[in-house]
């Protein structure tokens, strides 16, 4: 059966600091996989999507960044976080368009 | 753009009783809506979907109805159980791509034992 992994499952950062979330599912291959994020009072935004290695689309600016080194892991980067980019960050993996299957999600606090 | 909206942020309802939950979207193109439930601290799970050639689905006490020329669907649960206290997505698909999948704002549900 497939899994999804997403590490760490909370972090607290200082403003400036850099970012790395990490996403792996197993079970399955060439999913499609994207990066949403729950902030306060909000829905599910998507922020990063990709259709296979090194493949990544994004579909908000801001100072963050998603890359696809293998094919079963997603990672979300920042070089310098803001206060705003504090919130619940959710990866997630399908076989195609339809349904979702999430990770546990990390919650990450920028002070 | 909102194209997917939850417009109720809360709902609290009585054990036993029935839970109603509203949906509406605004691109006609969508012919695929889910249901997923998300617990705090945890990543929302799929419950239940309806596709546009449909106006209801049924999976045990969970019924979800569409109505398309409303551009409207709606989650019922009945009989509501404390358990089921969370907060629910309505989400929208249309055969676009890989990032065909659109979220609302979630409702949060309470239900009073």
């Known amino acids: 059966s497939q899994t999804i992994h997403q590490w760490p499952a909370t972090l607290v950062q200082p403003v400036g600091s850099p970012l790395s979330l990490e996403c792996t599912v197993e079970?399955?291959?060439?999913?499609?996989l994207y990066w949403y994020r729950q902030a306060a009072g909000r829905g599910l935004q998507l922020l990063f999507y990709s259709v296979g290695i090194g493949q990544i689309s994004s579909e908000v600016p801001q100072n963050l960044s998603a890359s696809r080194p293998q094919d079963r892991q997603f990672i979300l980067s920042s070089k310098k976080l803001l206060l705003s980019d504090s919130g619940f960050y959710l990866c997630?993996?399908?076989?195609?368009?339809?349904?979702?299957?999430f990770g546990e999600g990390s919650r990450l606090t920028v002070l | 753009d909102q194209q997917v909206k939850q417009n109720s942020p809360s709902l609290s309802v009585q054990e036993g009783r029935i839970s109603i939950l509203n949906c509406d979207y605004t691109?006609?193109?969508?012919?695929?809506f889910l249901w997923y439930k998300k617990y705090p601290a945890e990543g929302p799970t799929f419950l239940i979907s309806?596709?546009?050639?449909?106006d209801k689905n049924e999976d045990g006490r969970f019924t979800v109805f569409l109505n398309k020329s409303a551009k409207h669907l709606s989650l019922h649960i009945v009989p509501s159980q404390p358990g089921d206290s969370a907060v629910y997505f309505c989400?929208?698909?249309?055969?676009?791509?890989?990032?065909?999948?659109?979220f609302g704002t979630g409702t949060r549900l309470t239900v009073i034992p």
């Open positions: 997630a993996w399908s076989m195609g368009p339809g349904e979702l299957f």
């Open positions: 079970g399955t291959s060439n999913p499609n």
């Open positions: 691109n006609s193109m969508f012919d695929y």
């Open positions: 309806i596709s546009s050639i449909k």
């Open positions: 989400a929208a698909s249309g055969f676009t791509g890989a990032n065909n999948l659109f």
